[in-house]
C-alpha cells in the first residue's frame, strides 16, 4: 500500500506532463504491479491548488487545467484521513526542523501503513534521510 505525494500526483496529471520522466515511469510501474495507492485526504486539495497555480503562472489554460482535474479525480488513489496521521506528522514537523506538516503528513500515513512514501520533494527526503521508506519515484 505505497503513499504518493503532491509532488509526484502533479507530474501524474499536469497538463505538461511527461510520461517518460521518473514519475510518469513509477506510475507505469506501480500500475504494473497491481498497487493499492495511498494518501492523506489533503492530496487533492494541494494537487488542485498546484494546477490552479500553473494557471495562474500562464503554464497552462483553464480548460488544461479542467482536464488535469478530471485526470486527479480518476486516479485510483485510496484518500485517508486520521486523527494518529496528522499528530504523527506534526510530531515529525516539530523533531524535523518545523518542516511543513502537509509534508509530513504524508510521512506518517506511510509509516503508519509500514509501506514507501514516494514524493519528488528533495527538501523532504533529505529531512527524513534516516526514514528507509521516504524515497523518490
Not at 507530474?11 to 494518501?39: C, F, N, S
Not at 479542467?66 to 485510483?76: G, I, S, V
Not at 500515513?109 to 527538501?123: G, I, M
Request: glycine share 4%; hydrophobic share 45%; charged share 30%.
Amino acid at each position: 500500500m505505497p503513499v504518493v505525494d503532491a509532488s509526484i500526483v502533479v507530474d501524474w496529471v499536469a497538463p505538461d506532463v511527461d510520461p517518460d520522466a521518473p514519475a510518469g515511469q513509477l506510475l507505469t510501474r506501480l500500475a504494473k504491479a497491481g498497487a493499492a495507492l495511498y494518501a492523506p485526504r489533503l492530496l487533492v486539495e494541494e494537487v488542485a491548488n498546484a494546477l490552479l497555480t500553473g494557471c495562474r503562472r500562464d503554464r497552462w489554460d483553464g480548460a488544461a487545467a479542467d482536464d488535469a482535474y478530471q485526470r486527479l479525480r480518476q486516479l485510483p488513489i485510496t484518500l485517508v484521513d486520521e486523527a494518529e496521521d496528522r499528530d504523527r506528522a506534526w510530531d515529525l514537523s516539530r523533531r524535523y526542523d518545523e518542516h511543513p506538516i502537509y509534508g509530513m503528513l504524508y510521512a506518517a500515513v506511510a509509516e503508519r501503513l509500514r509501506d514507501q512514501l514516494f514524493t519528488a520533494d528533495e527538501r523532504l527526503r533529505r529531512r527524513l534521510a534516516t526514514f528507509d521508506f521516504v524515497v523518490g519515484p
